[in-house]
């Protein structure tokens, strides 16, 4: 009779783990987008379904900021501003100098208007003449220390949880996940292992060129200030495609500047099952709103039939360390005071590929 208790037990056990099944994505709401993501791993990743994909290709690229962690203010930004303060304070003769006497004068927001080739003067000279440990030491103490201006905690604190899910989902699946971001790539390769998972090696950013140098004996790499590749808009798909050689079936970027138009078209554009996603920030009382003046995000996303994801309706919970739900609801005019004055890194793209 035990014996048969124990069977009976067991099958009602399995049963109900059976009905109970895991949610994989258990901040997003359920919507069509979240059904879509779901069936789209299922049917990649079962043999002898119609839209499988063999392991090797199961490539998945993600942007950063705005993608994975807030970009208000953009992160990278809040750290060169840190960077360039300590460059100023060892030479304040370069304050009476331009482009330096325009940002000590008016901060942040000066950073906005300037042509690309100051930005690129302020950049070299908060973070150049670094080895890249150096740089990425500088990078870690930035992100212990730092705290976001309006949230009050680590910038790190900031990720999407809904996002991180589905990275983490992704990648149980035997999907292989790229960050390919306009950051910094040595800045991007510091945090990515920590708080995404991923590894240094799977990401694709910006960078300056390097060079090895022998320093009292011992073989360093410096950064420089010649700029190789700011990987926004067009160049996104040419250095992933330099830097994994596959194109990848899932692709995941948001609304600012258009600068993941080309990274999702080049994903949706193969022969192999693929689906898209447009981060779309509309969410001002739990986040922020913010597109583009034009729309060629959202209007990319509807011709090429990529998946919107809007962070007001798709999603539950906004951050992974962060309850937003007693926050202050911030004016539309304040909200958009502030936006202006965190534009510098797709400016700095806009601005480098119209002086191309």
């Not at 998945?60 to 992160?75: K, M, Q, R, Y």
């Not at 996002?163 to 971001?181: A, D, H, N, P």
């Not at 360093?220 to 590749?229: A, D, F, N, Q, S």
Request: glycine share 4%; hydrophobic share 35%; aromatic share 8%.
């Amino acid at each position: 009779m035990k014996k048969y208790y124990f069977f009976f037990v067991l099958i009602l056990i399995l049963g109900c783990s059976k009905d109970r099944a895991v949610d994989p994505l258990p901040s997003w709401n359920e919507s069509v987008t979240k059904k879509a993501i779901i069936e789209f791993v299922k049917n990649s990743t079962e043999e002898g379904s119609k839209g499988f994909i063999q392991p090797e290709d199961r490539i998945a690229t993600f942007d950063n900021d705005g993608t994975l962690w807030s970009e208000v203010p953009t992160v990278e930004v809040s750290f060169i501003n840190s960077q360039l303060k300590q460059a100023l304070a060892r030479n304040p003769a370069l304050m009476k100098k331009e482009p330096f006497r325009t940002v000590t004068r008016y901060g942040e927001k000066a950073l906005t208007k300037l042509k690309m080739k100051d930005i690129i003067i302020i950049m070299t000279t908060a973070l150049s003449g670094m080895t890249e440990d150096e740089f990425a030491s500088q990078t870690r103490t930035f992100l212990q220390t730092a705290q976001h201006p309006k949230y009050r905690v680590p910038y790190q604190n900031l990720t999407y949880k809904p996002m991180t899910e589905l990275v983490s989902y992704l990648q149980q699946r035997g999907f292989k996940v790229y960050i390919c971001s306009g950051g910094d790539v040595a800045f991007m390769r510091v945090i990515a292992p920590e708080i995404y998972n991923i590894p240094p090696e799977n990401v694709i950013g910006a960078y300056f060129a390097d060079k090895a140098v022998d320093r009292a004996g011992k073989l360093v790499i410096m950064r420089t200030p010649k700029l190789i590749t700011t990987n926004d808009q067009a160049e996104k798909p040419v250095n992933i495609l330099q830097r994994i050689g596959r194109r990848p079936v899932f692709a995941a970027g948001n609304v600012r500047s258009g600068g993941d138009i080309e990274h999702l078209r080049y994903s949706s554009e193969g022969s192999l099952p693929s689906l898209q996603l447009m981060i779309n920030h509309d969410d001002a009382d739990r986040e922020a709103a913010y597109s583009e003046p034009n729309n060629a995000s959202l209007i990319a996303a509807k011709k090429f039939n990529w998946h919107v994801v809007s962070m007001k309706e798709d999603w539950k919970q906004i951050f992974n360390n962060l309850d937003t739900t007693n926050l202050t609801r911030v004016s539309k005019k304040e909200e958009s005071k502030k936006l202006r004055a965190h534009l510098l890194p797709r400016r700095l793209s806009a601005k480098s590929e119209a002086s191309r």
